[in-house]
């Protein structure tokens, strides 16, 4: 279930990232990993973040977010996504148009996610 701070999304937007969630599976290092949306929509910075995790329970030590997406944003600022993902470690700033709503922002990037994952919407 996604999980939502600083935002109360609209009804598209929330489907949205409930259908990433129930449809996008990858695979890593011959796990299959299940993700998690959470979106941060703060005054200054919005955020998307998704988590990959194993499909099954690891147990008491097992490993959390085998990999870890972030997509950051600043409207005050411009037209740029910063993309950051755990593997490799990278920061990637990705050209946009300017976005002056949280709920396009949030669909923007996980349209651009299901796209870099080959997941067709």
Known sequence: MP?????SPQPATQKAAERFE???MIRKNNRFLVSTVYLDMEV???AVAI???PSRNPGLHGHEHLLEVRYSYEPDSGHQIIMFRSDPYENTPLPCKRLFVPDSFAQY???YERKLLDHPV
């Open 51 to 53: 988590a990959y995790n």
């Open 3 to 7: 999980k939502f701070h600083g935002i």
């Open 22 to 24: 129930n449809e996008v």
């Open 44 to 46: 200054t910075r919005w």
């Open 109 to 111: 990037v996980l349209e």
